[in-house]
């Protein structure tokens, strides 16, 4: 089971590719969801007003079966801006991530060709001027159990080196853990075999 994927932790720096006169600035964000999306986009047409064009694509989700991907082609021919931006999150392999390219018009048209290729090397540059790093895919569970059970619990947890998200410890304690998707099974059934422990998978 794949439990990696690639992404950015962070905002790339500006990049410029320049064709007859036309200018094509490449942004590259890290993004969680489509409200991050808009307002990315709002932001670069507020600080690019005059531009002619905000052509973007962008890929949501870590597994295979669940992502999310739009390309935007704002105003250019057909297939000409959003998919090259789009192929070139592909070639990376990464996700999680909007890429942005404004255009500014020099008043030469560059035809079909000559956009697909200013729009892809503008995403490309974008991406290599980016930290791409591989996170792990994680799956949260919570135990449940008295207080009398917390030292058989956190033995587990010390000793398999779970990364504790949250922790109520009272009475009744609960704590949620994250694990690694490939070791979720594993450690689902380590904690359910203990008496009086009482596990449940949550879904984000």
């Keep these: 089971m794949k439990d990696t994927y690639k992404t950015i932790t962070k905002l790339s720096e500006e990049v410029l590719f320049k064709d007859k006169n036309s200018k094509f600035f490449g942004y590259a964000f ?40 739009r390309a935007n082609d704002d105003g250019e021919p057909n297939n000409s801006a959003g998919m090259p931006i789009y192929g070139q999150i592909q070639s990376f392999e990464v996700t999680n991530i909007l890429i942005v390219v404004v255009r500014y018009f020099g008043g030469v048209k560059l035809g079909v060709s000559g956009l697909i290729n200013a729009y892809k090397t503008a995403a490309q ?6 930290k791409v790093v591989t996170k792990t895919i994680n799956q949260k569970m919570r135990l449940t159990f008295d207080y009398k059970n917390m030292n058989r619990v956190m033995r587990i947890i010390k000793e398999k080196n779970l990364k504790i998200v949250n922790q ?37």
């Design 125 to 130: 540059m974008a991406l290599e001027a980016s």
């Design 30 to 69: 890290p993004v969680k969801n489509e409200d991050e999306v808009k307002a990315h986009l709002e932001t670069l047409k507020k600080q690019h007003h005059s531009a002619r064009h905000w052509c973007y694509a962008y890929q949501l989700g870590t597994q295979e079966q669940e992502l999310n991907y």
């Design 168 to 204: 109520t410890l009272e009475l009744n304690c609960q704590i949620i853990i994250s694990v690694r998707l490939s070791d979720a099974d594993a450690i689902y059934e380590l904690f359910e075999g203990l008496y009086e422990i009482d596990t449940m998978i949550l879904n984000d």
